[in-house]
């Protein structure tokens, strides 16, 4: 089992990028994944959510608006989309995968991904 994150790197202020997050070893249609971060001394931060089937999805307040999740369920692929990004939102992503709402949300989730950088700075 693996989630391998990619697309992270260094951006000016009010930039954009997009995550990925491409599954192997599992059943990807049938698990929710979601999005967390974490700044150097800080606590890891939940991001965002979406549902096995795409249908449904959830963000911290700090990027509503700004960021979009999405899923490729044919590709095991889930997807953030940053844009007018913060130097607040420097952090590492990871993303994570779980069947279980409570666990996916609450940052419990049994499988993570190890995460990629992205830093907002001008």
């Known amino acids: 089992v693996q989630l391998q994150a990619s697309g992270g790197g260094l951006v000016q202020p009010g930039g954009s990028l997009r995550l990925s997050c491409v599954a192997y070893?599992?059943?990807?249609?049938?698990?929710?994944m979601s999005w967390f971060r974490q700044a150097p001394g800080k606590a890891r931060e939940f991001v965002s959510v979406?549902?096995?089937?795409?249908?449904?999805?959830y963000y911290a307040d700090s990027v509503k608006g700004r960021f979009t999740i999405s899923r490729d369920n044919a590709k095991n692929t889930a997807y953030l989309q940053m844009n007018s990004l913060e130097p607040e939102d420097t952090a590492l992503y990871h993303c994570?995968?779980?069947?279980?709402?409570?666990?996916?949300?609450?940052?419990?989730?049994?499988?993570w991904g190890r995460g990629t950088q992205v830093t907002v700075s001008s």
């Open positions: 994570a995968a779980d069947p279980r709402e409570w666990a996916i949300v609450s940052g419990r989730s049994d499988y």
């Open positions: 979406i549902k096995w089937n795409g249908n449904s999805t």
């Open positions: 070893g599992f059943t990807f249609s049938s698990y929710h």
